[in-house]
């Protein structure tokens, strides 16, 4: 009886293949997304997007199952699409549904398996971030080529390959960045965030990722579904978490939903949507204006409000309207479907200010009604610390912020002298303004990313300062995010395709092998041994990031914080002048009363040979103080007593 079930299975999913239009491929007469769903889950209906690609939909229906029937059959705009709402009953067991798909053409039904499983807790296991985690961020095109058999797909748009380009694909894969875990580890690393890894069957410039064109399909060239489960298993292996890259604000021009949307108001466009070019663009859309202060200014022009949310990030992607219902059904869904498939343990979402921001609202509440401990950060790209708080009161189910505004203060702390409102001092009233933030420990922390230039960079490859940022990073308020090849000196200051450079080692034949330390410069070498320091600092005291916090007004260019709890005390020292400088010592009272000596935990250059001119000879007389180097990072432990 099974085996005779499983044989009509195989011949129902041989009825609804085609033969497709591109080199062999088959294309699926019927399209249903979500692909599969569970019983068992917190909501008790799913809507499934039913596409006929070849006919006009006529009705659904759905042949007799157990506990699970259909609550409504909607015509969407588009005849080729149905909107089916499934109500599965809390009872309901996992089985295979037969959905009856009648065009208008021909009188039988295409007949559609539909599956509902099991749900599988472990993959649940490892679910949120905290403090006390360390991101890891990789451009899986440019990270490590796992499997060189997947670098071209035939059928897929763009091509090419070719290392040298920078906006060419490289062949970078899952299964490349699966077989380097470890060194992640190394690094400190609890999580790792991709770049987007689904379908972008783009033109040109496939490999960024955010231009996706299936929402249900993880790009060939990264390996497929199987690439990305094996990936989420290798990591929750480990204790590692996943982070995926989601992107509700727009899709690429080549996705079905631009040239052939479920309804035209699923897109930010004009009626009959013009052709793209052989790069995928799109001539002149209306382009967003950027301008994120429409979204709170009392006096904005409706225009100029209506042009920021609506208009397109860019000319190869469409802009999503998810004011449209069943278009924000399909995203909520998506991202359930993500996690509860995958194991996906946190959400960093792309251009999080730009999409209707209500809907963001429905879409990250929906998911902590399914995900109570799911963690979903934004990027939220702002320039001062009141619209960072905007865009976090707007959300109260938004966990967690990209923190710009900290990224801008570590660019005026460790590029520009210390000036009464400059400098160190910017850096410590942008820590002060975490008054105005619900949960700042669940900031994403960063010194450089994607789309910026790399960090050694900013600091014109000063040894000293780069150090000094990296010891910052590991160990500041909130969660630190590593960008990868920072920690080997990645130095391109500008250009995208430049900045996401392959991954020393990452190749077959490279000579370079940061995994392996192989051929690395001094300079590399040095800086990758601190960064594993720093991670090894950071785990050996997980006051950092979980204690009490204290920050120091600078003075003599010297800033300082420390974290504290009954255990230790550790306190961070930075000194941004060219003088051996110190700090007070009677400045730590009365706090460091509950603690025993300090002993120096880590120091970028040892203070006592750095010193010029002064010493601590001069300063020390009459005062005690803590010395630091010029341009140098000092931390020190003090035991609880
Ligand atoms: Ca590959
Ligand atoms: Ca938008």
């Known amino acids: 009886m099974k085996n005779g079930r499983w044989a009509f299975l195989g011949l129902l999913i041989a009825l609804m293949v085609m033969p497709g239009e591109a080199f062999g491929t088959k294309v699926l007469k019927v399209v249903v997304d979500p692909p599969n769903w569970w019983v068992g889950m917190p909501g008790n209906t799913v809507e499934l997007l ?36 499934l109500v599965i009953e809390p009872q309901a067991p996992a089985q295979t549904l037969q959905l009856n798909v009648y065009d208008t053409k021909s009188k039988r039904p295409t007949l559609v398996p539909y599956v509902l499983e099991a749900r599988d807790p472990s993959r649940r296991s490892h679910m949120g971030l905290d403090s006390r985690d360390l991101i890891y961020l990789v451009t899986p095109d440019r990270f490590a080529n796992g499997n060189p058999s997947n670098d071209r797909i035939r059928g897929l748009a763009e091509q090419s390959l070719d290392r040298s380009q920078g906006y060419e694909r490289h062949g970078g894969d899952l299964e490349g ?19 987007p890894i689904l379908e972008n069957d783009m033109p040109r410039a496939s490999y960024h990722g955010y231009a996706i064109t299936n929402h249900y399909r993880v790009d060939p060239r990264f390996g497929g579904f199987s690439a990305y489960a094996d990936y989420a298993d290798a990591l929750h292996a480990k204790g590692m978490k996943l982070v995926m890259d989601m992107v509700p604000n727009h899709f690429g021009t080549a996705h079905r939903f631009y040239q052939n949307p479920p309804d035209s108001n699923w897109i930010n466009a004009w009626p009959g949507q013009p052709k793209t070019d052989k790069n995928g663009e799109v001539g002149e859309p209306l382009i967003t204006n950027h301008r994120y202060a429409t979204m709170y200014d009392p006096y904005a022009a409706p225009s ?85 708080q905007y865009f976090l009161d707007q959300h109260p189910t938004l966990d967690g912020a990209a923190d710009f505004m900290m990224y801008q203060a570590w ?23 975490d008054y105005l933030y619900r949960e700042p420990e669940n900031f994403v922390v960063f010194l450089d990313n994607h789309d910026e230039g790399r960090f050694f960079a900013k600091v014109k490859e000063d040894k000293d300062l780069y150090k ?149 000879a001069d300063w020390t007389e009459g005062v005690q103080g803590y010395p630091i180097a010029p341009n140098g990072l000092t931390m020190y432990r003090f035991p609880g007593k």
């Not at 006929?52 to 005849?79: C, M, S, W, Y």
């Not at 960045?177 to 770049?195: E, K, R």
């Not at 370079?512 to 785990?539: I, M, P, Q, S």
């Open 177 to 195: 960045l699966t077989a380097h875990l470890d060194f992640i580890a190394s690094l400190g690393a609890t999580a790792v965030w991709t770049m």
């Open 304 to 388: 100029d409000k209506a042009q920021f949310t609506d208009g397109w990030f860019v000319s190869s992607m469409v802009d999503v309207n998810q004011r449209d219902r069943h278009c924000a059904q399909y995203l909520v869904q998506n991202a359930i479907w993500w996690i509860e498939s995958i194991g996906v343990d946190a959400f960093r979402v792309d251009t999080w200010i730009y999409p209707d921001q209500s809907f963001l609202n429905q879409w990250s509440t929906a998911i902590h009604a399914v995900y109570p401990d799911f963690f979903i950060f934004s990027e939220s790209w702002v320039h001062n610390e009141h619209s960072q």
């Open 50 to 85: 039913v596409e006929h690609r070849f006919g006009d939909i006529q009705k659904v229906t759905l042949e007799e199952a157990q506990g699970v029937r259909i609550f409504k059959d909607e015509p969407a705009q588009n005849p080729h699409y149905h909107y089916v709402t």
């Open 468 to 616: 000094m940022g990296l010891a910052m990073l590991y160990t500041m308020r909130g969660i630190p995010c590593l960008f990868y090849g920072t920690e080997v000196l990645m130095r391109a200051e500008s250009d995208h395709g430049a900045m996401r450079q392959d991954m020393f080692g990452g190749w077959e034949g490279d000579t370079k092998n940061a995994f392996t330390g192989e051929n690395l410069t001094g300079d590399e070498a040095e800086a990758l041994a601190f960064v594993r320091e720093l991670a090894d600092l950071r785990t050996a005291h997980p006051v950092i990031g979980t204690g009490s916090l204290r920050q120091w007004a600078p003075y003599d260019d010297v800033y300082a914080y420390a974290w504290y709890n009954e255990e230790e005390l550790v306190l961070v020292l930075v000194n941004r002048s060219e003088m051996l400088q110190k700090f007070a010592a009677k400045r730590l009272h009365p706090l460091v009363a509950d603690y025993g000596q300090p002993e120096i935990l880590l120091e970028t250059k040892p203070a006592h040979v750095e010193s010029k001119g002064g010493g601590p």
């Open 411 to 433: 660019k005026e702390a460790l590029e520009k002298p210390t000036s009464w409102n400059g400098g160190l001092n910017h850096f410590y009233m942008n820590l002060a303004a």
